[in-house]
């Protein structure tokens, strides 16, 4: 396996995420809203914006170094996280979206990856970027992560969270009692 079949074999599981959320979209369909969210766009529109520093890595490589099976790992990592992410979008069914609103025939998720973090999809993004950074030796992708995705997921997960309880009440409170937002540990 060389360096370009690598960079491939990332872009290929980003393209897990992307399909997925474009599936989810066509299945949803068309649905009343709930609950709309006041969250500024950015937060709102978080998908897609937390790749544009993958996109911009992938593109405008500058590379470290890296042992080729820390990079092998890194791949792994990658490909991992990418289905963590889509089976927690899949997980969601027609409750998915972009957006943080809730509409009609809305649920609560407890289920699947769902009990293992209350943000899978937020987890898999993420550590997908880790594992994108040693798979590419990508020296850009690792400051974007750190400075940009993780902050960026975390701004999301508090205004979700806030979404989440204002829809659900007193059954996402429990939830969120019960179950870590983004990194598995028990409890």
Do not use: C, N
Not at 33 to 40: F, I, K, Q, T
Not at 75 to 101: P, T, V
């Amino acid at each position: 396996m060389d360096d370009r079949a690598i960079r491939i074999a990332v872009l290929l599981a980003a393209h897990v995420v992307f399909l997925s959320a474009g599936a989810l979209r066509i299945i949803r369909g068309s649905r009343g809203h709930l609950l709309r969210s006041d969250a500024p766009w950015f937060l709102q529109y978080y998908p897609p914006l937390v790749w544009v520093p993958f996109v911009l890595a992938y593109f405008v490589p500058v590379q470290i170094p890296i042992a080729f099976e820390l990079r092998l790992v890194g791949l792994a990592i990658a490909i991992a996280s990418a289905l963590f992410a889509a089976w927690a979008m899949w997980s969601l069914g027609k409750s998915y979206g972009i957006r943080m609103d809730l509409f009609e025939g809305h649920r609560l998720i407890t289920t699947g990856p769902y009990r293992f973090v209350r943000h899978p999809m937020y987890l898999g993004i993420a550590t997908f970027h880790v594992g994108a950074t040693l798979a590419m030796e990508s020296l850009v992708l690792l400051g974007v992560t750190v400075l940009y995705v993780v902050p960026f997921t975390l701004a999301r997960i508090a205004e979700e969270d806030r979404v989440l309880a204002q829809g659900f009440g007193d059954d996402y409170r429990a939830f969120e009692r019960r179950v870590p937002a983004l990194i598995p540990t028990p409890r």
